[in-house]
């Protein structure tokens, strides 16, 4: 059971370049999220997608795009990278809440990160 | 919009003594989350907060929620260097049953150092 799994784990693009995110999860989870953190702060919330086909954005989704076309994948797009995208990327996933029992359906799993710096 | 406030942001602890971080937020919730973040790692799951007086406690660590008070504290008790790392609270806007779909808010995040 790989949990989340997030490729690459570093990468260095150079202003206005596009690249794209993978994030996968093999335990069937409808709920998927994509945050970033800058450093020295919390995460904030790009995109999520409350299954295939269904994306909304979230806090911060301004140079970014997403698709959700299986359970699986989740990958996130940088078009035009902008240095204000250098950043650390975390995928997430998990059940959504009250579909299973208490304990297990409220993790929250989070991928290993991206290093992305953008110069 | 749901802000979610920590303090202190920075702790510096003597090793064997006790100190508690405090996480506030602003709109209702019942869902609050603690993490443990080390350099350059992934987030790691302490605890899930789930209802009004919810308290959990794992070696060290106890955290608690008061859903009334918006309001969540992570106790750490005769505190030792292992636990040196940043710690941040997350909250899911909204009661259990509504529309938020789980997506978390963070605080700041509180860099804890122990030190002998």
């Known amino acids: 059971n790989a949990g989340v799994t997030q490729t690459p784990k570093f990468r260095i693009l150079k202003i206005g370049q596009s690249m794209t995110l993978q994030c996968t999860q093999d335990m069937n989870h409808n709920y998927m999220y994509w945050y970033r953190q800058d450093p020295g702060m919390g995460l904030k919330l790009i995109y999520y997608?409350?299954?295939?086909?269904?994306?909304d954005k979230g806090e911060v989704p301004n140079g970014y795009n997403v698709s959700r076309s299986t359970t699986e994948d989740f990958p996130l797009r940088l078009e035009l990278a902008a240095p204000s995208q250098t950043s650390v990327y975390f995928c997430a996933s998990r059940h959504p809440p009250g579909t299973v029992s208490l304990g297990i359906g409220n993790t929250i799993y989070f991928g290993e990160g991206s290093w992305l710096t953008v110069v | 919009e749901l802000k979610v406030e920590q303090n202190p942001l920075f702790l510096s602890m003597q090793e064997g003594k006790n100190y508690t971080i405090y996480c506030n937020y602003s709109t209702t919730s019942d869902r609050l989350y603690w993490y443990r973040q080390d350099p350059g790692k992934s987030l790691e799951s302490l605890f899930v907060?789930?209802?009004?007086?919810a308290v959990k406690q794992e070696g060290r660590l106890m955290a608690s929620l008061d859903t009334k008070a918006r309001l969540s504290t992570l106790h750490i008790t005769a505190a030792v260097h292992d636990l040196s790392a940043t710690y941040f609270c997350?909250?899911?806007?909204?009661?259990?049953?509504?529309?938020?779909?789980?997506?978390?808010?963070f605080g700041q995040g509180t860099i804890l150092t122990v030190h002998p």
């Open positions: 907060l789930l209802s009004n007086g």
């Open positions: 997608s409350v299954g295939a086909g269904i994306t």
């Open positions: 997350a909250v899911v806007g909204g009661l259990a049953g509504g529309t938020s779909y789980g997506k978390l808010t």
